[in-house]
């Protein structure tokens, strides 16, 4: 079998004025000083597709997990199971 690779980037910076999270205080986002990601590697070989997912963020409620893993089979056909948050 042939295995297919895939890769992608996309910038994933909050919108100015948004909640950031990880203080100790309530803090909005005022500019952008460096770029926040998210990076995808796509692995096929046969009928098996993986997608692995890393995220510049300090973490991903198991709710959202979810919601996430749902809107990526409804626009790609690969089930939540094989997708690696």
């Known amino acids: 079998m042939t295995l297919v690779a895939g890769a992608a980037s996309v910038t994933i910076n909050p919108d100015l004025g948004s909640d950031l999270c990880g203080q100790l205080h309530r803090r909005r986002c005022e500019r952008i ?7 995808l590697l796509y692995l096929a070989e ?10 510049d963020l300090i973490g991903v ?3 959202e997990n979810r919601a996430i893993g749902r809107a990526i089979q ?6 939540p199971r094989n997708v690696i948050l």
């Open 74 to 79: 409804a626009r790609t056909r690969i089930p």
């Open 46 to 55: 046969g009928k098996t597709r993986i997608l692995l997912v890393s995220l």
């Open 61 to 63: 409620e198991a709710a």
């Open 33 to 39: 000083r460096d770029d926040l990601e998210a990076n």
